[in-house]
């Protein structure tokens, strides 16, 4: 009788707890939801050409010239994360195992490969929302915030009513660059589960634009990526988050 199903257990020690094991058991697993809020900044159509210079310029180029993102498959990013093993950070196909590089990173999407960690500061002497008014450029309500962040949709419906024009002091084009950034990384490139919340602590490391380009983008993509792989295969939870776009390009 043929026996499916890893062979050696000091290798892949973690089989008893990964979602694959539902697979033996002849259990069906359901999709994993896939999130993303990013495609509300594709709906805006008329960005303002100087808002979108000093996106480029934060290290973003790459993402803008991608265009909107294709719809997620996520019967395929399902499959995907049943063949993910934290044990290896790999994919363990038919073929043998393969998994997602910073070169693919780069080649997909354009994003930095080398240079500083984006890590960030969770601490803000003066308080989150005024520094999202020095950066941003407006004060967040109550309803706009959730557990040290800030929602997509406060960017959204800022960016909807308030359209930029010529002539305006060059810090608006550059606080509207950040927040299309923040609306990337938190829709696209680093979402969590819900992908509708950005971490505060972001915006520290954009207050700089020669700072913020200097960062490994590409390496935060990577690692948040396999973050959630890691979570979502050993059954931690239902949504995943991480760049499901650029998991579905590589595949």
């Not at 290896?88 to 354009?110: C, M, N, R």
């Not at 990577?222 to 590589?250: F, I, P």
């Amino acid at each position: 009788m043929t026996r499916y199903g890893p062979q050696d257990p000091f290798v892949l020690r973690y089989q008893n707890s990964h979602i694959s094991r539902r697979a033996w058991a002849d259990e069906e697993l359901n999709p994993f939801t896939v999130r993303r809020y990013e495609c509300h900044f594709w709906d805006i159509n008329d960005h303002h050409p100087r808002a979108i210079e000093y996106v480029c310029k934060f290290g973003f180029k790459g993402i803008l010239l991608c265009g909107k993102a294709m719809d997620v498959d996520h019967t395929l990013i399902t499959l995907l994360i049943e063949r993910w093993r934290p044990e290896t950070h790999t994919f363990h196909l038919p073929v043998g195992e393969a998994t997602v590089t910073l070169e693919d990173v780069q080649v997909l999407w354009g994003l930095r490969t080398d240079g500083s960690p984006f890590t960030g500061n969770d601490f803000y002497e003066l308080g989150w929302n005024n520094l999202c008014a020095e950066l941003l450029g407006f004060f967040l309500e109550q309803s706009e915030m959730k557990e040290k962040g800030l929602l997509v949709s406060a960017l959204v419906n800022r960016m909807m009513r308030h359209r930029l024009e010529d002539g305006l002091p060059l810090v608006a084009y550059i606080q509207r660059a950040r927040m299309i950034v923040l609306m990337l990384l938190g829709g696209l490139i680093l979402p969590d589960g819900s992908g509708c919340k950005i971490p505060f602590m972001w915006l520290t490391m954009l207050r700089d634009i020669v700072v913020a380009s200097a960062i490994s983008w590409a390496s935060a993509a990577l690692a948040t990526l396999y973050h959630n792989l890691c979570e979502a295969s050993m059954g931690k939870r239902k949504d995943s988050g991480g760049a499901a776009v650029l998991l579905q390009l590589w595949a």
